[in-house]
């Protein structure tokens, strides 16, 4: 079996180079903008919800390759999916970015595994989840949000570091 950090890279750097749904969506449904001040990273989420379908989603933004991989990688795994799909997503995305998920259980996490190890990375987990937060953001009509709110699950396990 191939090594997972090597995957993870290759992942990391293939997202990063070539984002898939990175653009603007015209006359999004759904919008928020995301902002990491640890590292600088600035999205922004926008999405198409027909019914519950996420018919359509793309970002944009400055960010490093892990949070433009991650974000490359939420609208792949998103886009057609209902909106509970996708937040059962966020929140499985979350706890693994946390070390919380068990991945040997059931879960919903498919591809997104690459990013199992950045638990293991504190400051780089704001970087990944970032996407998600924006994401779950837009969901509930917040038009900003970042790393550093008290929701985040990183929040009080790094601070302010």
Not at 49 to 73: P, T, W, Y
Request: one cysteine or more.
């Amino acid at each position: 079996m191939a090594d997972p950090r090597a995957l993870y890279q290759e992942v990391i750097l293939d997202h990063n180079k070539k984002p898939r749904n990175y653009g603007v969506l015209e006359h999004p449904s759904h919008h928020a903008a995301g902002h990491n001040p640890l590292c600088g990273d600035h999205i922004e989420v926008a999405l198409n919800l027909c019914g519950e379908c996420i018919d359509g989603i793309a970002f944009q933004g400055a960010a490093c390759a892990i949070c433009k991989a991650s974000a490359s990688m939420m609208t792949v795994a998103v886009k057609d999916k209902t909106r509970a799909e996708a937040e059962l997503l966020i929140h499985e995305f979350l706890d693994m970015a946390t070390g919380k998920l068990d991945l040997s259980g059931d879960h919903h996490i498919g591809r997104l595994v690459v990013f199992a190890g950045i638990a293991d990375l504190p400051v780089r987990v704001k970087c990944a989840i970032l996407p998600w937060h924006t994401l779950q953001a837009a969901f509930n009509a917040i038009d900003n949000t970042s790393t550093e709110a008290e929701h985040d699950p990183m929040h009080v396990m790094i601070g302010d570091a």
